[in-house]
């Protein structure tokens, strides 16, 4: 039997094995807690459980030289340095894209070798390497090309920078075709005839193992014995925020790069800053601390201002500026694109919402396998967000599109199941599109106005059918229940050992039933402040955001009278050196409500 929730959602303990969770305590050494949170983590083989424990770089990096063309783009980037031929380095819009840049830049830099960086403007230019652009960095006299986020399908493009004289080296890690295109290497664990297992790397982390297996190859043709060689370990804060911030698995080496990049960052806080870009804007951000967490929801929004909004070119130049009231200026640009990002999402989401629900009015909304929204009114930098939004919303994989001058262009966010990055592939080899790629849970494309009634209808082929399989019932697991007592300070501590938590790795959801609300607050108008007691009479404070933008005030105050469950996260609140856990709320049941999903699915 399973809860129905007030967001209509089904509610499912997770199973375990109880003979598993106690092995894992008697030879981990771990709490109960930990070792039944464990046994949850997808994929987690039990030998693998003291590197998820303690991820560190020396135990889990590998040999960079395994990666396909590796050696190739080593030896390519070694007579650029030799010969001092003019490097450039070309990279996507986003913080993969940013990092990945800086990554190299900054690498180089610090081995005294100069290169340039180029970031397209998204509506200008559009994704990846352009034809334009390969003649432009051309002319001002590169010789050798490295696109980093990007690259693997850049075929005319890449034509073109080899017509123009420039040797490529393509450091990517989205999902690529049979063939490859005009270049020395392809780096990417993604390539159809990859065999590596790090296929869950973003464009960062490919860039840094690239770096690794260059300082080794310098380190043997005696290039350090004049010159201090590099500290590589400085450059794992921005491999660890490409990697939260593309959203890639925290799993195996991923881990490593997070957890080290974030004690990176804490001994620059004590000491002198590694990266001055990284410090501006934890100033301007107001951060006193530094998880995942500062990457997903400060750091990363306002460098991806500036490719959505902004100057595409922000980014990269805030994370290799190293005078710091430059640094200083872009990072409170940024900070300022984000405010006005929000506000145009604001816009747009509610938008969509409004067409959507009207379209619910007349259609049945549980025989749509899909969404598919798209306006000349919304912001072709902000239509990746909005996916997001109306993904988690509805539950459905989301196209959203920009309506331009004789063609559409979109991004998407997909479900757990849907794999979109190999959809939009199929859609290129049919012809259906001019330019389209991505991973598993995200991509973009564009599309002529005479084929997007052609697309939809391939993408209802496609995954339309499957979707709705994977969607008929709102599934929503949690680790196991708790008492309201049994929530501390030192509960949260225990569930802090499993970080960094992200995709892959999520923080754990808990119910915890029987409980009323004894005092509630409304905030900014949509979120909901309450304190939670039970029947024992234990009390603990909770936080619901954005609680009422699926209840009603009249709801709400019905809520009040009813003993209920939360499914909920255990978080932290610290306020003037004082440390309290608090509830962070997910969803509402009224307690006994148990059905199963035949009834509303």
């Known amino acids: ?30 709490s109960y807690i930990i070792a039944r949170l464990l046994y949850l983590v997808p994929n987690l083989e039990f030998d693998d459980v003291p590197d998820f424990l303690n991820p560190k770089m020396k135990n889990l990096m590998p040999n960079p030289n395994h990666l396909l063309d590796m050696p190739k783009a080593v030896e390519r980037i070694y007579t650029a340095i030799e010969k001092k031929e003019k490097i450039t380095i070309f990279g996507d819009y986003d913080v993969d894209g940013a990092t990945s840049c800086a990554v190299i830049h900054n690498y180089l830099k610090s081995i005294g070798v100069e290169s340039e960086i180029y970031i397209p403007d998204r509506v200008r230019e559009g994704y990846g390497p352009n034809i334009e652009a390969m003649k432009t960095i051309a002319a001002n006299g590169t010789k050798l090309l ?18 123009q004289g420039m040797d490529a080296i393509v450091i990517d890690h989205h999902l690529g075709v049979k063939e490859v295109p005009k270049s020395i290497a392809i780096i990417n664990p993604n390539r ?90 934890k100033e301007v951000c107001g951060i006193e601390s530094f998880d995942e967490q500062t990457f997903g929801f400060a750091f990363g929004p306002c460098i991806n201002a500036g490719g959505r909004i902004g100057l595409a070119s922000l980014g990269a130049r805030l994370l290799t500026e190293t005078n710091h009231e430059k640094a200083f200026s872009i990072a409170q640009k940024l900070h300022e694109l ?22 619910a009015e007349t259609t049945d909304f549980s025989s749509i396998g899909f969404i598919f929204i798209g306006s000349e009114k ?41 794999d979109l990055g190999a959809t939009i592939n199929k859609a290129v080899k049919k012809g259906l599109l001019i330019a389209g790629g991505g991973h598993a849970m995200a991509g973009g494309f ?19 059918q499957k979707a709705m399989e994977l969607t008929k019932i709102r599934l929503q697991t949690f680790a196991c229940e708790l008492s309201l007592s049994a929530v501390n300070l030192e509960l949260y501590e225990e569930i802090q050992k499993l970080k960094p938590f992200g995709q892959g790795n999520p923080r754990p959801l808990f119910v915890i039933r029987g409980v009323e609300i004894v005092f509630s607050q409304k905030r900014a108008q949509i979120h909901l402040a309450a304190t939670f007691m039970d029947e024992s009479g234990a009390t603990l404070k909770g936080m619901f955001f954005s609680f009422f933008e699926h209840c009603s005030d009249m709801d709400f105050k019905n809520l009040e009278k009813e003993r209920l469950d939360v499914l909920c996260e255990i978080s932290l609140n610290e306020w003037n050196g004082r440390k309290t856990v608090e509830l962070m709320l997910k969803d509402i049941a009224i307690s006994g409500n148990i059905s199963t999903p035949s009834l509303y699915g």
């Not at 239509?383 to 920009?402: C, E, M, Q, T, W």
């Not at 004789?406 to 997909?414: D, E, N, P, W």
């Not at 939809?456 to 082929?461: A, D, I, S, V």
Request: charged fraction near 25%.
């Open 446 to 464: 564009s599309c002529v106005n005479e084929k997007v009634a052609e697309l939809k209808q391939f993408f209802e082929e496609e995954i339309s």
């Open 378 to 418: 919304y912001h072709q930098g902000v239509i990746g967000i909005l996916a997001s939004r109306l993904k988690d919303k509805y539950n459905k994989p989301a196209f959203v599109f920009s309506q331009l001058n004789g063609y559409i262009k979109a991004s998407a966010r997909s479900i757990i199941g849907i």
């Open 192 to 281: 159809l005839d990859e065999t590596t297992p790090l296929k869950y790397l973003c464009g960062a982390g490919v860039s840094f193992l690239m770096v690794v297996a260059l300082n080794a190859f310098l380190r043997e043709k005696n290039f350090f014995t004049e010159r201090k060689e590099p500290n590589l370990l400085e450059l794992l804060p921005l491999v660890a925020l490409g990697t939260v911030c593309d959203v890639m698995n925290l799993v195996s080496l991923n881990r490593a790069f997070v957890t080290t990049g974030l004690q990176v960052l804490e001994s620059w806080s004590k000491s002198t800053w590694g990266n001055v870009g990284l410090k501006a804007l």
């Open 338 to 359: 984000n405010i006005e990002r929000r506000a145009i999402e604001k816009q747009m989401k509610e938008e969509a919402i409004f067409e959507l629900e009207q379209k």
């Open 1 to 30: 039997m399973y809860t129905f929730s007030l967001l209509k959602n089904f509610w499912i303990e997770e199973e375990h094995s109880r003979e598993t969770v106690n092995r894992i305590i008697n030879e981990n050494k771990t």
């Open 146 to 163: 490295i696109t980093v986020d990007c690259g693997t399908v850049a075929f005319e493009p890449l034509e073109e920078a080899h017509a």
